[in-house]
């Protein structure tokens, strides 16, 4: 393994203040306030008061019963596309693993802190419907136990990664906006995708991603990071939170310490970062280091072994060390600590389903997201501090942390939304038009030995389209090979897609054949096989690598090569448009490709 070499990035260790701005006001025990009418306590300040302070969630804490408290601590998934009158599948299921038919209930019956929505748990068919579960989720929170608003969360990272698709704006991942190198692009993309997701009643996303992916062969992190540079990195990340932040949602860096050098999958295995302590230092520390700095709200933990950083053996999420000797001594962050998902092979490899809540929160974690087996968890944190292993000082400074940052995002004063929030910013045209902005300054041209592209769309040039055709992201069109067909035929060409059975026999007669790869693999593979006898048809053909940008590396060299860094729509049409000439390629690699081409390559027409 080779390492990017780099000066240690100069960040200044800026601390983070005791939170001041936020605070937690609280709901009047059983009172049943409406979206247009919350009904604050009387103790607690009314709309257009000044912002609570700390006193006003140190009031409601201690209001509050011990198992009240201990539910503050979970966020957890609830199927059903609705808080109250979910599809009987999903009823069944909440059934199954909660023992109550809706999420309403699982708010109830566990005094839940947060929910965090998921596609395949229904939870997200569309920007309204999301509202409306918001709104659901939020007055049964109201009505019972001390009424404190819910942290409603999703993992938005865009690319490759997005819970929320269309009609809702689809920005470029993490990796093509490393490839754009603007911090103010990144804030950008950021402040719209916090602006939408809070116009649903979201107000914590799980982005930025802080990894620096420095290993080609990592399986989780790839095109979710900004890349291999840890300044880079340090500087995109910082601008993201400031972009989610602006726009009322906190932001979460993930995932601490670093995933950026692994060859395992934290959601199937364990991964061992074999970094050392100077290594870490110089390559993982910096955006996470800068995530604080510029306020982030929340750290997400990683499930992964860093011998360098705790010689346990223990998975970061359960390590004193890391979390807090690391986070918060080192580091000085002041805000909440969110586990990633519990219910992940990486944490559970050690320990059991009853152990794990409470050994995370002994490492200094606060939110404990996505338990598999929810009462029991909290079954074993309630007897962990009947116990005296936790104390009720220790579960107290966690619900503290949440409710200030509950206050700091404005969920006491109002966390209701409406449909017309929703049509305000939700997949407005402005926004459309800023993605595509955004990801006009992303695509990389990595090769084009002989001046093959721009092709002239006035020439109306017949080219075929085909190759690796993989799920598409939520929300989006797909096939990735059909829909770069039909950019590239409505910018002037005539463009189609065959798949690649096909793609060699009706190659011929063509101006140029695309071939879209996917992780292509070392040596020999199906996707080498088709670029290949593509070439022996003497068809000039063109690589467009729709995630990871290491493929050509693995390739025969061809006509031209580039990399869009995810295949959503907004990526497919930057790309077609630097094909055809509309806009200039300006994406540099922002990881090297092994063998091929260094950090930094990109190629200009001209």
């Known amino acids: 393994m080779s390492y990017h070499a780099s000066r240690r990035t100069l960040l200044t260790a800026a601390a983070l203040a005791a939170v001041t701005a936020g605070g937690a006001a609280s709901v009047a025990r059983g009172s049943r306030p409406t979206p247009d009418q919350p009904r604050p306590a009387p103790d607690d300040p009314r709309p257009g008061d000044r912002a609570p302070g700390p006193e006003h969630a140190a009031r409601l804490l ?118 754009g190198g603007s911090t103010a692009a990144a804030r950008r993309a950021g402040r719209i995708a916090g602006t939408e997701l809070a116009s649903m009643g979201i107000r914590q996303d799980y982005a930025p991603v802080a990894d620096v992916n420095v290993n080609p062969a990592n399986p989780v992190i790839g095109v979710r990071s900004f890349g291999a540079d840890p300044r880079a990195v340090a500087g995109l990340v910082a601008a993201q939170v400031g972009g989610y932040q602006g726009a009322g949602v906190a932001a979460t860096a993930k995932h601490f310490p670093g995933h950026g050098d692994t060859e395992t999958d934290s959601h199937v295995g364990l991964p061992v970062m074999r ?18 700095a510029a306020g982030v709200d929340a750290v997400m933990t990683a499930h992964i072994v860093f011998p360098a950083l705790d010689p346990s053996q223990d998975p970061a999420t359960l390590s004193h060390p890391i979390v807090t000797g690391i986070l918060r001594e080192r580091l000085g962050f002041r805000g909440v600590v969110v586990t990633d998902a519990l219910d992940m092979a990486g944490v559970r490899q050690k320990y059991g389903d009853d152990r794990i809540p409470v050994l995370a929160l002994k490492a200094g974690c606060d939110q404990l997201l996505n338990a598999p087996d929810l009462a029991l968890a909290q079954r074993a944190v309630l007897a962990a501090v009947a116990a005296g292993e936790l104390s009720e000082a220790r579960i107290e400074e966690s619900v503290l942390r949440i409710l200030e940052l509950k206050a700091r995002r404005g969920l006491f004063a109002d966390p209701y939304t409406s449909a017309e929030r929703v049509d305000a910013a939700t997949g407005t045209a402005a926004h459309l038009a800023a993605a595509d902005a955004i990801a006009a300054g992303t695509t990389t041209l990595l090769a084009n030995p002989d001046k093959l592209l721009p092709l002239d769309p006035g020439a109306a040039p017949r080219l075929l389209v085909t190759g690796t055709d993989p799920a598409s992201p939520s929300g989006t ?78 390739l025969p060299r061809c006509a031209a090569e580039l990399a869009t860094y995810s295949w959503t729509d907004v990526e497919l049409r930057a790309a077609a448009r630097v094909i055809t000439g509309a806009v200039r390629p ?21």
Not at 280 to 291: G, I, M, N, T
């Open 586 to 606: 300006a994406g540099r690699l922002p990881v090297p490709v092994p063998g091929r081409y260094p950090l930094g390559h990109g190629l200009a027409y001209g």
């Open 62 to 179: 201690g209001r509050m019963s011990l198992e009240e408290k201990v539910g503050q601590l979970f966020v957890s998934r609830a199927y059903g596309h609705s808080a109250t009158d979910p599809d009987p599948a999903d009823a069944e299921k909440n059934l199954a693993q909660f023992g109550v038919r809706t999420a309403a209930e699982l708010v109830s019956r566990y005094h839940l802190g947060g929910v965090i929505y998921f596609a395949w748990a229904r939870n997200t068919r569309t920007p309204h419907q999301i509202a409306e579960l918001s709104n659901g989720l939020q007055r049964a929170a109201a009505a019972t136990g001390a009424g404190v608003p819910l942290l409603l969360s999703t993992d938005q990272e865009h690319g490759i990664i997005a819970r929320i698709g269309k009609p809702a704006t689809l920005l470029p991942g993490a990796m093509a906006l490393g490839a």
């Open 275 to 292: 970094h050392t302590r100077a290594q870490w230092e110089e390559l993982d520390e910096p955006p996470f280091r800068a995530a604080v």
């Open 477 to 554: 069109t797909g096939p990735p090979t059909s829909v770069l067909a039909r950019e590239l035929t409505a910018l002037g060409c005539r463009a189609s897609a065959v798949a690649p059975a096909r793609a060699v026999a009706a190659a011929p007669g063509h101006a140029a054949v695309l071939v879209c790869t996917y992780n292509v693999p070392d040596g020999e593979s199906p996707q080498r096989t088709l670029v290949t006898e593509l070439l022996a048809t003497g068809v000039p053909v063109v690589v467009v690598a729709i995630r990871n940008p290491y493929d050509p590396a693995r």
